[in-house]
Structures are given as structure tokens and as C-alpha cells.
């Protein structure tokens, strides 16, 4: 069997391999469900309750979306019963280069999530780093461009999980901390990738009052495209790039200008339905774990 390289130098490459999270097995024991942010904190509370034979069908629409463009797709098979929700990968694990690292989750739900992947690593070349236990560092978190890791401090992962990307990636990488504002600070950013995102063609979307202070390097290094408040709890920034020109975004009202200024910047911007997920406080970001682009 040929193994598939891992290698995810930036965000918007061309993806050629991607895991994709799943609706099976979703709150199938609802005694095990563990509400792990204010958005679903929200959700729940006011009976909005997603459901597996709701989520089916936007995790069928956007995984057919990504192998219509040539991406290869990889599902995760059901994790044990303490992990009651496998729609966010991105959390559990992430590619810098070559190295595949496995996070370290703050949720006890979320602890053993990685068994539901664990499978797929056979198919894939390359090396595996896992992020000590005394440490908090989750994949919305940490975004690669290049020679720069940026790096998300705030509800999920802290200063221990910088550290341990500085250890192991600092002669290679400029490691660069973008704390997030939290709840306390009136806003509620659960990770650096709902306020912060690169794209190809030179600019980022960014919802600056995310952010504590905005690092010198965004500024210069890309063209920024604002997102208001309201397009960033829907999660605007949170899309997915397919290749440096091509991106795919929710097709909600909410996202709807931001879509239209993709386009005007020269994106292809492929809108698929995509409520249920950003619901619980995800999106399409969110919801893949890149291993290869090239």
C-alpha cells in the first residue's frame, strides 16, 4: 500500500487529503454529552438540539463538495462512548510539515476523540508528536503560513502548548502568540480560527476584536479583509481553502457579504449549507484535518 506524505505547509495550498468529521454516533447516549462552550451552551438552552439524522445530510453535502474538487476524503470510525461528538477533528489533531501532532484536549469528552482516527495513521508517511498531558494545545488553535506558526492562547490552549510548539518547531518556525479575548473580556473566541484566517491570494480574514493585540506580522504580511461581530459568531472566518484561489464557505445570510468580498478579492468561493455545525460552535475549518496539501 502506498502511504500518502503528509505535508501541510500553509492554509490554502491545494488539499489533496483531508479528514472529515462525522455525524454518526452524535449525543448517542445523551447522558454523556458534555456541553464544552457557550455556543452550545446557547444552543442547548434554547432547545436547539442537533441531531445525528439532522447532521447527515451537511456532512454529506460538504464532503461531496471537497471530492467534486479532487480531494481525497477520510472519515473517522465511532470513538468510545466518553467522546459523544467526532464533527471538529481539527481540535485533535493537526499536520505542521511533515510531523502529524496529536493534541492535547482540555474537555475530558474530547480526550480520547484521536481513537476514532488513529486507524487512518497507517495510510499516511510521516512522523507523530503528541503534546504532553500538563499541557492544553488544540489544532483551531495553531495556523501555518510558511516559516510563521501563529498561535492561539486563550479557552483552549496556554502558554504550556506554545511552549511545546517552541521546543519542538522554533528552529524551523517563527512562533508567533495571538491571545484570544474571552467571555470576561466581552468577547468569545473559542479559537484563533474563528477570529483569524489566511488565504491564497495574499489576504486574511480577520475579526480584530477577537483578538487582545494584533502581532505587527498580520499586518505586514497580509491584505486584511474585516469581519464584523456578527459574521464572526457565525463563524466567516472559519472556512476552508482548497487550493489558493478556491474556498469553501456557508451559504448562511450571516456570510453572505463576506462570501461577496471573497469574490471581489478574486476568489471562487463554493457555498454549501452548513447551520448545524456552527451551531455547537464549528465550521468547515473546524470540521477537517488537513494531512497533505501541495
Known amino acids: ?60 453535502s460538504f464532503k461531496l463538495a471537497l471530492k467534486n474538487n479532487g480531494v481525497h476524503v477520510y472519515e473517522p470510525v465511532l470513538a468510545p462512548e466518553t467522546v459523544q461528538d467526532q464533527t471538529c477533528p481539527r481540535d485533535i489533531g493537526f499536520v505542521i510539515g511533515d510531523v502529524l501532532v496529536i493534541a492535547a484536549m482540555r474537555n475530558l469528552s474530547r480526550k480520547e476523540e484521536f481513537t476514532g482516527i488513529a486507524h487512518l495513521v497507517e495510510y499516511w508517511q510521516g512522523s507523530i508528536l503528541k503534546a504532553p498531558e500538563n499541557a492544553f494545545l488544540e489544532g483551531g488553535d495553531v495556523i501555518i503560513d510558511s516559516e510563521h506558526l501563529f498561535v492561539g492562547i486563550g479557552q483552549r490552549s496556554n502558554s504550556a502548548g506554545l511552549d511545546f510548539l ?39 480574514l480577520i475579526y480584530r476584536e477577537g483578538l487582545a493585540s494584533l502581532p505587527q506580522t498580520i499586518d505586514d504580511k497580509y491584505s486584511l479583509i474585516p469581519v464584523n461581530r456578527l459574521e464572526a459568531e457565525a463563524l466567516a472566518t472559519n472556512v476552508l481553502s482548497i487550493s489558493p484561489d478556491t474556498v469553501i464557505a456557508r451559504s448562511a445570510p450571516e456570510c453572505a457579504r463576506i462570501n461577496e468580498e471573497l469574490r471581489k478579492h478574486g476568489y471562487r468561493v463554493i457555498e454549501v449549507p452548513f447551520d448545524l455545525v456552527p451551531s455547537t460552535g464549528g465550521s468547515f475549518r473546524c470540521a477537517t484535518l488537513p494531512v497533505r496539501r501541495c
Not at 42 to 48: L, S, Y
Not at 194 to 204: D, I, R, S, V
Open 166 to 204: 517552541q521546543t519542538n518547531f522554533g528552529e524551523k518556525y517563527q512562533i508567533i502568540p495571538m491571545p484570544c479575548r474571552s467571555i470576561a473580556q466581552g468577547e468569545d473566541i473559542l479559537h484563533l480560527d474563528c477570529t483569524f484566517q489566511p488565504l491564497g491570494l495574499g489576504h486574511a
Open 1 to 60: 500500500m502506498e502511504k500518502t506524505t503528509l505535508n501541510i505547509a500553509n492554509e490554502f495550498d491545494r488539499l489533496t487529503h483531508v479528514v472529515v468529521g462525522t455525524a454518526h454516533g452524535y449525543h448517542r447516549n445523551p447522558s454523556r454529552v458534555e456541553i464544552v462552550n457557550e455556543t452550545q451552551n446557547k444552543t442547548f438552552g434554547a432547545g436547539k438540539h442537533p441531531t445525528e439524522e439532522a447532521l447527515t445530510p451537511e456532512f454529506a
